[in-house]
């Protein structure tokens, strides 16, 4: 019992240093094309570094970080000396992350946000997005007190305010973007006063507690939880003390141990943080009640709900003869589908039974396009892929969807293209390959689409003839103004959608022929979501401060005075965003924020005809709080700073990697163990530049006990479509005694060809290896060719307790040639795991993996694998050779098949913290397990305490029961611990049953 607690002390250490090199690396996957040349600028306080094709944006970007450096200095003491900022235009997701290691950098990608999700509100963009992550930046360079003296020895690690609750450094981030701007930022946005309000109207806001604000939770709002109510608290801070308690609050946590952090809000708030957050609650919901009984003077429009089975729905579209609806549903296990569904009874298209929804037209995001079918030479059905979708909308003919979706376009890219989904042949065929198009829209003749084409903060309005291919970009929009909702007029005229930087948000007129503009319904704000439908237009508008849909005759939007003919259609108490209109009998489907989050609900033409021509108005519910571009607060402030102009050229120069990859950081990591005297000292670090073209690791164990010393370095060049590298590693491992062990140096060059275009869930890597196993009276040097293949495509929902549906395979070979010296062997790998949860309950699945290892040869075991007793990392789709209940090294062989078998359910939900305490409880949940072997090799004949060579004959198996309980720790780490009961059936080679229990690291957020 004492050896194998001493090995899970020596796994636990190794599983603590793999965690924090997640924390540090992230991700070793190649950042940037590696045929794209990139260039640094430097400016006084940041190297930019920007595609050498987008100097102009890197420029722009550079203006826009030393006004940011410039804004946000004063509310924080320590500043890093430069900070990186890479410009990566590689998808058409916007977003951005920032962190201190190992060196302070800021990844931004910089897509305009789209006018469905929480950034939609935006003004500057690009200031609101470098105030946010450089707000980040700065949070985490503070080090005081007796923890600044640890930093010059232990490097960037030593960050106490990097480990705060993602509620405080999200929520400070969203309100100094919205402070600093002076149009935009979440605070300002009609969005998030929309979710508050849905709170309010459920009475729902109060229940939400300081201890689940941190948590990526799957029940609305998820993750927006920490930015939302984060910036709720730091709004309101702010508010009540001013600017300044920034700096201070942010000074004395960085001087104290981290996790305690109430002690500086008692001093300088007058409280602590779950009764402050609780006060805030309050104050908002004071505030949304005035809003409430304003917008309550007229009754809001009778809607019903779709009754979608789904947990989300939105983006409603239906087909021009009216016989369809198709949306997007959200499942409660968060997979997203198209879902088409025909009219019931009541000749409306909510809802009555599960058989409306046809789910032959309901499928993931994993399909096949018309192009894949013609090449398979057989023909199966697929259906309208769901995931990143902006816009649905329908062909002329009444059987076609288009719509668009971001998907990987690279190995390293994911745009946004164009799609179509036909109903009768259930085809899916991609129109257009990396065009980053999105919210398409259809001539009448159906020959034409219309679309908004993506740049790097900038918006496109372009065409394409869908027979010739012919793309033509007819406008631009000025630098970070988006352009939404584009659909055709007539064939020579487009109406569109344009955000600008002033936070206004309007309709325009492009005439093809002349290359004109024109302004259309000049005194409406905020327009979007416009749709055309025979000869009216209609559009949602926050013209009253609430999203409401309005309608105008297609005839009178170039006349003057034609606002009395605008007729607001609702009126609802949170906000529509899409919609459509049945083309029979004009009744509205669309989407509505609700308490649970996104629904798609409908409204007669009968009830909304009821709506009044004027809406009682109300104003952004916190925007009162922050200076505008019209109030003096903002430009005294900017005259004192002297802000440096937007338009200043700074120098710049090819890109380098080589100033960041010296050593930035070490971690040590001590175990001990008093029943042997032992102990084991590990150091590890690493490094890799912002583009990630170089990446390496080092680490480095001693064990006292064995007098042993591990060593482990690689590398990873990413400079080249073809990935390869090389490691080298010195590693202790034993069998099922300390004493019993064997020392194996390795050393090793790969290479890892990019084989996206063939299969984008693969991957495939070629290595040369020498080895050298040194064994108590032998030794074996190896040396060869290594081959291995991997295909994966199985996920985790959060809500689940396991993969549902997917599975993985990898084949692989390492085979040895002989020469002098050295010794001949050769090794097949063959594996795969499998998941299914068909016919089983809610949230329960099956889960099963095969290992096998084949060496044709016959050697020494020691040459071929052991099995472990404790499964480190759930679902690992790589060897993994398990019989759990028996000892670590039980078993080894130079053939082994081993077969794993899950069956896992739910068992309860918790849900549960404890004011701000680093600690949140999730679930837990359960497993029946059962492993089994049968190799060449030797097995421990536990009653005769020795090695007993056994063949693929003999079978050994054990069952188990585990435990699994879900937590996060620290704020931010996903742990997931497993008690398991195990009962070896292997008779003399068994113990009894035993308890274990271990760790699983089960993602970072």
Known sequence: MLQRFRYYLIRMQKKILLLLSLLIFNSNA???????????????????????????????????????????????????????????????????????????????????????????????????????EYTHILTFEGARGFIKYLRPIFGSVISPNALLPRWWKEGIAVELETYFSKTGGRLRSNYQDAILRSFVLSDKLKSFKIFEINEFLPSWPEGQRPYMFGSLIWSQIVHEQGLNVIKDLHDRQAGRVPFFINAPAEELIG?????????????????????????????????????????????????????????????????????????????????????????????????????????????????PPGGTIQKITWFPDGHKLLYDKVDASSSTQSFSDLYTYDTETKITQKLTQGLRAREASV??????????????????????NIKTKHLDILWQAPLQERISSPLFLSDDEILFSLRKTDGTEGLWLFKISQR?????????????????KKDTLYF?????????????????????????????????????????????????????????????????????????????AINSLLGGRYPTSSENKVNKQEKSLNLPSDKKEYPNEDYSPWRYLVPQYWIPFLTTSASDNRFILQAQTGGYDPLKHHVYNLFASFDSATQKTSVVGSYLNQTQPWTWGGAFNQLTTFFVTANNYSTSTTKSIFLSPDIWKLQKDSTFTIS?????????????????????????????????????????????????????????????????????????????????????????????????ASTNSLLQL??????????????????????????????????????????????????????????????????????????????????????????????????????????????????SFAGNSSVSTSFQISGLF
């Open 540 to 616: 949602t508008s926050n013209r009253n401060g609430i999203r409401n849909i309005y309608s105008v005759p297609k005839n009178q939007l170039l006349t003057s005075k034609i606002y009395a003919n605008i007729k607001p259609l609702t009126h609802n108490y949170t906000s529509f965003l899409s919609f459509d209109v049945d083309p029979r009998n004009q009744d509205i489907y669309t989407t509505k924020i609700t308490s649970k989050g996104p629904q798609i609900q409908f409204i007669s033409a009968s009830d909304y005809e009821k709506t009044p021509n004027e809406l009682p």
């Open 30 to 132: 190649q950042e940037v094309p590696s045929n794209i040349k990139f260039q640094t600028i430097t400016t006084p306080h940041f190297y930019i570094i920007t595609d050498k094709r987008e100097a102009l944006v890197g420029q722009f970007v550079a203006n826009k970080l030393e006004l940011a450096y410039n804004l946000l200095s004063p509310y924080f003491i320590q500043k890093p000396e430069k900070t990186t900022v890479v410009i990566n235009d590689k998808t058409d997701l916007a977003n951005g992350f920032a962190t201190r290691i190992p060196y302070p950098h800021i990844m931004i990608f910089p897509v305009l946000p789209t006018t469905t999700d929480s950034l939609s509100d935006y003004g500057d963009w690009a200031l609101e997005l470098l105030l946010h």
């Open 443 to 464: 001539s009448a003749s159906g020959n034409h689409l219309v679309f908004v084409k993506l740049k790097a903060f900038a918006t496109e309005l372009a065409t394409l």
């Open 271 to 383: 409280g602590n943080y779950e009764r402050y957050f609780e006060e805030t609650l309050f104050v908002i919901e004071e505030l949304v009640l005035k809003q409430i009984e304003i917008i309550k003077q007229v009754p809001e429009t009778t809607q019903s709900a779709l009754n979608q089975p789904g947990k989300y729905s939105f983006s409603p579209s239906i087909s021009p003869d009216g016989k369809f609806l198709a949306y997007i549903d959200v499942s409660h296990d968060d997979k997203r589908t198209v879902k088409i569904i025909d009219r019931n009874k009541n000749n409306n298209f909510v809802i009555l039974s599960a058989s409306q929804v046809d789910d032959d037209n309901a499928v993931d995001d994993i399909y096949k396009t018309l192009e894949e079918e013609e090449n398979q030479n057989h023909f199966s059905s697929d259906g």
């Open 874 to 987: 759930q679902d690992p789709y790589t060897p993994n050779y398990l019989m759990r209940g028996y000892n670590t090294g039980h078993f080894l062989g130079e053939t082994i098949l081993n077969p794993k078998l899950e069956y896992r359910f739910p068992m309860r939900e918790i849900n549960k913290g404890h004011s701000t305490d680093p600690i949140y409880l999730r679930r837990l949940h359960g497993a029946v397990v059962a492993d089994g072997i049968f190799l060449e090799g030797f097995a421990y004949k536990t009653t005769e305490s020795k090695f007993e060579k056994v063949s693929t004959n003999k079978q050994f198996w054990s069952l188990g029961f585990e435990f699994r309980f879900d937590f996060n720790l620290a704020y931010q780490l996903p742990i997931t611990t497993v008690v398991g009961i195990y009962n070896p059936l292997g008779g």
């Open 768 to 864: 040369w290896k020498e080895v050298n196993t040194e064994l108590t009276k032998s030794n074996y040097k190896r040396r060869g060719l290594g081959l291995f293949y991997l295909y994966k495509d199985f996920d985790q929902s959060l809500a689940a307790v396991s993969p549902k549906e997917g599975s993985s395979m990898y084949v692989g070979l390492n085979h040895f040639f002989s020469a002098k010296d050295y010794y001949e062997q050769t090794q097949y790998l063959l594996g795969g795991n499998y998941f299914f949860s068909g016919f089983l309950p809610e949230n329960h699945a099956l889960s099963t993996k095969i290992d096998v290892l084949y060496s044709p040869q016959k050697i020494n075991s020691v040459l071929g």
């Open 516 to 532: 004109s503009l024109t302004p259309v319904l000049t005194e409406f704000k905020d327009i979007r979501f416009i749709n055309l």
